[in-house]
């Protein structure tokens, strides 16, 4: 990818390599030439399920727009396991809430953005009543500012993902790091501990080789946490119509 082959624009044209999401596919690549040259980099740890549900209390307690969305961003990119680049591209024209179900229309990006990128449906399941999943996108939905403005930020997702594990002490394992795209192998190895089968994992992460989710993302075998079954018990098929099992915290049901 020739990220400066972009014909000549007039002077009141914006620059299109000043774009964020252009700035992070050059991180992105930088980080594999790294890779290519020093041969062992520290690989992205997996976000912790504890630090994502304190995310998702902040964002639930939230009293400003600002922080609804700077602590909504990491629950939302947690339970959709997705790249940041998609997380930051979600607005209110994607989302719909149903009664049995949060429908979003995510655009996939991988290496940066473009006209074509391609858009997957995700269905999340209401987890009962109270669901405080549902009641996030409720709140995210109501104070939008328009259908097409942007929720989140990449700057905000990385500030609030460094705030949700300072929360919880987390400390990565040796020889990894936490990075916002910890959140999308965080949430895959949360649902797959508490039970979600591996098809519907990748049907949210929007990925076609098991054999790719099982040496990329999922980390270290780890059980399944109260803070997992929050954002994850919902898509175990036998699990969906029953209440959220967090439904009498007073934060959730407030």
Do not use: Q
């Not at 000549?8 to 964020?20: E, G, I, K, M, Q």
């Not at 790249?83 to 209110?92: D, E, K, N």
């Not at 405080?132 to 403005?149: H, K, Q, V």
């Not at 929007?206 to 059980?223: E, G, Q």
């Amino acid at each position: 990818c020739r990220l400066h082959s972009f014909p000549t624009r007039r002077s009141s044209d914006l620059d299109p390599t000043s774009h964020a999401l252009v700035a992070l596919a050059r991180r992105g690549f930088a980080a594999a030439d790294a890779r290519r040259r020093s041969g062992a980099p520290p690989r992205s740890a997996a976000y912790p399920a504890d630090a994502a549900l304190h995310c998702l209390h902040a964002a639930l307690r939230a009293v400003t727009s600002v922080a609804l969305r700077f602590w909504a961003s990491v629950a939302v990119g947690f339970l959709i396991s997705a790249r940041p680049a998609s997380i930051a591209g979600l607005t209110a024209a994607a989302v719909r809430l149903t009664p049995e179900a949060v429908l979003i229309e995510l655009t996939v990006f991988k290496y940066g953005t473009s006209g074509s990128a391609p858009r997957v449906s995700l269905h999340i399941p209401t987890a009962g009543e109270p669901d405080p999943i549902r009641r996030l996108f409720r709140r995210l939905l109501s104070d939008a500012t328009g259908p097409d403005a942007p929720w989140f930020g990449l700057r905000d997702l990385s500030l609030a993902a460094a705030a949700g594990l300072r929360a919880v002490a987390a400390v990565s394992p040796p020889g990894t790091r936490f990075t916002p795209r910890s959140l999308r192998s965080g949430g895959i190895t949360a649902a797959y501990a508490v039970g979600v089968p591996m098809e519907r994992i990748m049907r949210v992460s929007n990925h076609a080789s098991t054999a790719i989710v099982r040496r990329h993302y999922l980390d270290r075998p780890v059980p399944p946490t109260p803070a997992a079954r929050v954002f994850f018990h919902r898509f175990v098929p036998a699990t969906r119509s029953l209440s959220c099992p967090f439904h009498r915290s007073p934060l959730l049901s407030a």
